[in-house]
């Protein structure tokens, strides 16, 4: 890797007919800027799936539910490529929202707001969402917390027993408690899924501490002997708390990959260089790391699309 990014080489990418989407990425080694991260991101994400020892992050913020970005997650998830992740609140309302039967549809950054607001529609950027989307989440989450143990729990123990009663089989949520892949969500009340835990806790035993999920985070990290690697998809809590917990137990990451668009010069950690992650111990100093510049709706999904394939060249 080192040595690849330090080359003269004089290789250019190439596109041909019905090539495969390894062969494509395989060509954007060629390339430069974020086809070239593309290709290195890869060739990590490849390394931590080779490495036993590893354990596995992925950490998301932002509209990607919205974005189109849920199956994509299901199916990193259900490959086992990933053994923790990382979500807002809202990410997993919007989850939610589609599992109890309200779905997010195309629609235009060009439009009248206001007139989208009497007709009861949202908008995220060209992605438009029925209100009802939100009465449908309250009317499914508050029939379900009833059946969840009534006692004090983490964001991460809260989503483990709400996945066994979501029935989508495209649900992250559900996704996660199959597999037994933990969800930290430390932003939990930055949601409504928040909100209507704490509306329904007043009156129940039910109630969600988000202190609880560093409690959960250090069983899983404070290990001798493991390697860590993590994925981070845009910026915000998800991206902060793995890496600021990492440095609470004396423990680095070995391998990162950031794909976001926010930009760095401001000083706000979803724009931060990642490798500026090694002046604070949070990132080891050999640690492997991919900057990424991009869209996630553009990166994300061909970069499982390799994972996947890679997945079942090695079964």
């Given at each position: 890797m080192?040595?690849e ?12 007919p019905s ?18 991260r ?7 994400y ?6 036993k ?24 998830i ?24 309200v ?6 950054s ?23 989307g ?22 991460r ?5 709400l ?38 806790g007043?009156?129940h ?14 069983d ?43 930009r ?22 050999d ?18 699309a390799n994972?996947?394939d ?6």
């Amino acid at each position: 890797m080192k040595s690849e990014k330090g080359s003269r080489n004089e290789k250019r990418m190439d596109v041909w007919p019905s090539m495969s989407i390894k062969e494509f990425t395989d060509q954007l080694g060629g390339a430069g800027y974020a086809g070239k991260r593309m290709a290195e991101a890869f060739e990590i994400y490849k390394k931590m799936l080779d490495d036993k020892k590893c354990i596995k992050f992925v950490a998301a913020a932002g509209a990607l539910i919205a974005g189109g970005m849920r199956n994509i997650f299901v199916k990193l998830i259900r490959a086992k490529a990933a053994d923790a992740m990382l979500f807002t609140g809202a990410i997993l309302t919007h989850d939610l929202i589609e599992s109890f039967g309200v779905h997010h549809y195309q629609g235009s950054s060009e439009v009248d707001d206001v007139d989208l607001a009497k007709k009861d529609v949202f908008r995220m950027y060209d992605v438009f969402l029925e209100k009802k989307g939100f009465m449908k989440h309250e009317e499914g989450i508050q029939k379900i917390l009833p059946l969840l143990p009534q006692k004090e729990m983490s964001p991460r123990e809260f989503l483990m027993e709400l996945g066994k009663h979501i029935k989508d089989e495209n649900s992250i949520i559900k996704a996660c408690t199959d597999m037994g892949v933990d969800i930290y969500c430390p932003s939990i009340t930055d949601s409504m899924l928040g909100f209507q835990a704490w509306m329904y806790g007043q009156n129940h035993d039910l109630k969600i501490n988000p202190q609880l999920d560093i409690a959960d985070f250090m069983d899983l990290v404070w290990k001798e002997d493991r390697t860590y690697g993590m994925l981070i998809l845009g910026g915000g809590v998800p991206k902060h708390f793995v890496p600021g917990m990492m440095q609470a137990t004396g423990n680095s990451l070995n391998y990162i990959i950031q794909i976001t668009m926010d930009r760095p010069e401001h000083g706000g950690v979803s724009g931060m260089q990642i490798r500026e992650a090694k002046s604070w111990g949070k990132v080891s100093p050999d640690g492997l790391v991919c900057d990424m510049r991009c869209d996630v709706t553009l990166a994300f999904p061909l970069l499982v699309a390799n994972i996947l394939d890679y997945l079942k060249e090695k079964d």
